[in-house]
T-cell receptor
Framework: DTEVTQTPKHLVMGMTNKKSLKCEQHMGHRAMYWYKQKAKKPPELMFVYSYEKLSINESVPSRFSPECPNSSLLNLHLHALQPEDSALYLC??????????????FGSGTRLTVV | AQSVTQLGSHVSVSEGALVLLRCNYSSSVPPYLFWYVQYPNQGLQLLLKYTSAATLVKGINGFEAEFKKSETSFHLTKPSAHMSDAAEYFC???????????FGTGTRLTIIP
């Protein structure tokens, strides 16, 4: 299995809703990432988990809450979002250490619309 | 900190013509360099990577890139463009010991029939 699977593919939520994005990989990668991508822009790093522990938080607002239940799963919990949070949310995984040079594997993303 | 610069936010080439997308990097230590492609409403797919082995790297879909340390460049080329190559292309850099992958601003490639 060489894929990163993200669900759902599309999500519309109100500003008072609570929802979660899910990401799964079975490549044995020990690093997992959340990126946010606005239209016509490059992906922006949000969070990095290394060995299931949060290692990087790029000053993301607390309405985004990541969780890494195990080495294969990564969640992003969403609460009280704003319309400007509408974007494509990408999950990625990679090996750690020198093997990281093999590159990240990205999922197909969740298209989030906040209304 | 490492960074990449992509020259040209939009590139148009005729079908069958040479594709050249430019990427320059900045890094105080030997970099790992990547090219990713993104089709509309999809995730990113790895085209090719440089990891300090051969300087000329071949990737998928007929693309290749050459690492030139003296020019701090990692330009992406394809000898003959195909309509299916129309997409957004991102150059990215990371270094050993830092999980962060830093992207360039992207180049939108348009193929003219």
């Amino acid at each position: 299995d060489t894929e990163v699977t993200q669900t759902p593919k599309h999500l519309v939520m109100g500003m008072t809703n609570k929802k979660s994005l899910k990401c799964e990989q079975h490549m044995g990668h020990r690093a997992m990432y959340w990126y946010k991508q606005k239209a016509k822009k490059p992906p922006e790093l949000m969070f990095v988990y290394s060995y299931e522990k949060l290692s990087i938080n790029e000053s993301v607002p607390s309405r985004f809450s990541p969780e890494c239940p195990n080495s294969s799963l990564l969640n992003l919990h969403l609460h009280a979002l704003q319309p400007e949070d509408s974007a494509l949310y990408l999950c990625a995984s990679s090996p750690l250490g020198r093997d990281a040079r093999s590159g990240y594997t990205f999922g197909s993303g969740t298209r989030l619309t906040v209304v | 900190a490492q960074s990449v610069t992509q020259l040209g936010s939009h590139v148009s080439v005729s079908e069958g013509a040479l594709v050249l997308l430019r990427c320059n990097y900045s890094s105080s230590v030997p970099p790992y360099l990547f090219w990713y492609v993104q089709y509309p409403n999809q995730g990113l797919q790895l085209l090719l990577k440089y990891t300090s082995a051969a300087t000329l790297v071949k990737g998928i879909n007929g693309f290749e890139a050459e690492f030139k340390k003296s020019e701090t460049s990692f330009h992406l080329t394809k000898p003959s463009a195909h309509m299916s190559d129309a997409a957004e292309y991102f150059c990215a850099v990371s270094v050993f010991g830092n999980e962060k992958l830093t992207f360039g601003t992207g180049t939108r490639l348009t193929i003219i029939p």
